[in-house]
């Protein structure tokens, strides 16, 4: 009867949790490996055009990731033709080099923070494009193939505090 009871309360705390995810997807990576060449493309319309959200890249990776960073470009394209473009770089390993993220296996999830209290502020289409901008060091070609990255994401979430 105690674990029954137990059970009834784990799941009514997941049920009850509020969520205040608004977009999550994630695209996987054929045979986990992302080419430079391939744009990972996320599509949206947000309904709210005045409250502020938080964007988080999610990646997960294998243990055939070879690097303790990642380097990616991000452009948010507006549906007014509008768009931002930026450069960001990511750790991926602590200074050990133990992979760092969430997972009891090998494959480890990541939940990299993009962009905070961002008011999506024109109605229709938004575009997010997310390309791997890789390059070992001293080289001016990028990573070819960038082996280890088995699935890429993109998560917005409301703010808890609107004001």
């Given at each position: 009867?105690?674990?029954?009871?137990?059970?009834?309360?784990?799941?009514?705390?997941?049920?009850?949790?509020?969520?205040?995810?608004?977009?999550?997807?994630?695209?996987?990576?054929?045979?986990?490996?992302?080419?430079?060449?391939?744009?990972?493309?996320?599509?949206?319309?947000?309904?709210?055009?005045?409250?502020?959200?938080?964007?988080?890249?999610?990646?997960?990776?294998?243990?055939?990731?070879?690097?303790?960073?990642?380097?990616?470009?991000?452009?948010?394209?507006?549906p007014n033709n509008?768009?931002?473009?930026?450069?960001?770089?990511?750790?991926?390993?602590?200074?050990?080099?133990?992979?760092?993220?969430?997972?009891?296996?090998?494959?480890?999830?990541?939940?990299?923070?993009?962009?905070?209290?961002?008011?999506?502020?024109?109605?229709?289409?938004?575009?997010?494009?997310?390309?791997?901008?890789?390059?070992?060091?001293?080289?001016?070609?990028?990573?070819?193939?960038?082996?280890?990255?088995?699935?890429?994401?993109?998560?917005?979430?409301?703010?808890?505090?609107?004001?």
């Amino acid at each position: 009867m105690r674990k029954i009871c137990l059970a009834i309360l784990v799941v009514s705390l997941i049920v009850s949790c509020s969520n205040n995810a608004t977009f999550d997807v994630y695209k996987s990576m054929p045979n986990s490996v992302w080419h430079k060449d391939s744009i990972v493309n996320f599509k949206f319309n947000p309904v709210d055009t005045i409250s502020r959200n938080n964007l988080f890249i999610n990646l997960r990776n294998n243990n055939d990731y070879q690097y303790s960073n990642l380097f990616i470009i991000v452009d948010i394209n507006f549906p007014n033709n509008t768009s931002f473009i930026d450069t960001l770089e990511y750790e991926m390993t602590d200074a050990q080099g133990k992979f760092l993220g969430e997972g009891l296996t090998d494959l480890k999830e990541n939940i990299l923070e993009y962009k905070t209290n961002v008011i999506f502020p024109v109605t229709g289409e938004y575009n997010i494009n997310i390309q791997q901008a890789m390059r070992k060091s001293g080289a001016v070609e990028g990573i070819t193939d960038l082996e280890g990255v088995t699935d890429v994401g993109l998560r917005i979430e409301k703010t808890q505090n609107n004001d």
